[in-house]
C-alpha cells in the first residue's frame, strides 16, 4: 500500500490501493527510472546536469542566462585565497558545484570584506568561509562524497512579486521537460522548517502551478495540502508567476541545450534580469504530482504519441503544453 493524500479527488483515506494511483496516472520511481530517464536520458550526458559548473558553461555557449560566476575554488590555495576571489562583492553565495537538495550552499547578503552576514542574519568571519569551501572541496555536500570544486556566484534578488512567499531563501520554479515540452510544474518556498532550503522533502512549501496560466493549483509541505504559507501566512492561492511564457521557453530549451530527454529544469526571477536557470536535474522527483493534484503518465504518453514532436519548435511545444496541459487536463 502506498501513502496518498488527497490526491486527485478527496480522499479521506490516509492510504490507497496502487490500482488506484495507476488509474490516476500517476508515476512511481520504477516506471520513472526505467521508462524515462532510462530511456530519454544518455548517461554520458549526466556530467553536463550532475555538475552545475558544467551546467553553467553549456547554459552560456547556448544563449541562457545563469547567475553570475564570480570565482571558483578548486584547491586548497583557493580556500585560502577566497576573500581576494569575492573581492568586492558585497552578495554572494557559495554552493558545491555537486551538491544535492541544497545541500552546502552559503548565501551570504551583506559584508564588510571581514565579517560576513548570513541569509539568517547570523554573521560569520573569513575563516568560516574558509572552512565551508574546504569541506566542499571535501566532498561533505557532494553527490556521493566525492571530492569537488566551490562556486561563487553573484545573489540572485527575487521579484517583489514573491515578497512573503519564502522564508529567507530564493524561491524558485520546477518545471519537467519532457522531450522539450513543459508537462508539469511547481514552485518550491522555502520555510523555517527547510532552513530557508527549497527542498521538500526538509520542510519546503510546494505549489502546483498552471502550465497555461502561471498561477497556483494547490499547496502543499510534508505531502498535505496547504492555503497559506506556514512562517508568514502569505496566501498561496495568489501566487502567480510573472514572465510565464519566458519561464516556459526557457525551460524547454534545456531539452536542447543538454540532450537530455526528460529533466527538471530549476528556475529563478531574478528583480532586474527576469528568468535565469539555476540548475538541472536529470532524476527530477515526483512530489511535483502531489503538488499538482494530477498524474505525469497522460501528459508523458500525450507526447509520445505525436508524430511530428521532434519538428515542433520550442515555441510550439510551449503553446501545445500550454493548451493541453492547464489546471484541469490530468
Known amino acids: 500500500m502506498m501513502i496518498i493524500k488527497n490526491l486527485l479527488r478527496p480522499i479521506t483515506e490516509r ?7 495507476i488509474n490516476f496516472g500517476i508515476m512511481g520511481m520504477n516506471q520513472r527510472n526505467v521508462n524515462y530517464i532510462g530511456r530519454y536520458n544518455k548517461r554520458n550526458l549526466y556530467p553536463l546536469v550532475d555538475n552545475k559548473l558544467k551546467t553553467k558553461e553549456i547554459a552560456l555557449k547556448n544563449g541562457i542566462t545563469t547567475p553570475k560566476l564570480l570565482g571558483v575554488i578548486r584547491n586548497q590555495h583557493d580556500v585560502q585565497n577566497i576573500v581576494e576571489i569575492i573581492g568586492k562583492h558585497k552578495e554572494f553565495c557559495i554552493k558545491p558545484a555537486q551538491g544535492s537538495g541544497g545541500k552546502g550552499i552559503l548565501v551570504i547578503t551583506s559584508s564588510t570584506g571581514k565579517s560576513f552576514t548570513k541569509a539568517s542574519g547570523q554573521t560569520i568571519n573569513a575563516h568560516d568561509l574558509r572552512r565551508h569551501a574546504s569541506n566542499i572541496l571535501a566532498g561533505l555536500f557532494s553527490l556521493g562524497g566525492k571530492q569537488d570544486i566551490a562556486l561563487i556566484e553573484d545573489l540572485i534578488h527575487f521579484d517583489s512579486v514573491f515578497d512573503g512567499y519564502s522564508y529567507e531563501g530564493v524561491p524558485d520554479t520546477r518545471v519537467i521537460v519532457f522531450q522539450g515540452f ?9 520555510t523555517a522548517a527547510s532552513d530557508g532550503k527549497a527542498n521538500l522533502h526538509q520542510g519546503a512549501v510546494g505549489v502546483g502551478i498552471c502550465v497555461r496560466t502561471g498561477r497556483a493549483v494547490r499547496g502543499v509541505q510534508h505531502n498535505d495540502p496547504i492555503e497559506y504559507h506556514p512562517d508568514t501566512h502569505k496566501d498561496l492561492f495568489k501566487l502567480r508567476v510573472p514572465h510565464w511564457d519566458e519561464v516556459l521557453r526557457l525551460a524547454s530549451s534545456c531539452y536542447e541545450m543538454s540532450g537530455l530527454g526528460y529533466i527538471g529544469t530549476d528556475i529563478v526571477l531574478d528583480r532586474d534580469k527576469g528568468p535565469m536557470l539555476l540548475e538541472l536535474n536529470a532524476r527530477p522527483g515526483l512530489a511535483i504530482q502531489i503538488a499538482n493534484n494530477a498524474g505525469l503518465l497522460p501528459r508523458l504518453r500525450l507526447i509520445e504519441a505525436l508524430p511530428n514532436a521532434k519538428s515542433m519548435s520550442v515555441d510550439e511545444k510551449v503553446e501545445f503544453a500550454k493548451q493541453h496541459f492547464g489546471v484541469f487536463s490530468h
Not at 15 to 21: A, F, H, I
Not at 182 to 187: D, R
Open 182 to 190: 513543459p508537462i508539469m510544474c511547481m514552485m518550491r518556498l522555502s
Open 15 to 21: 492510504y490507497t490501493n496502487p490500482m488506484n494511483l
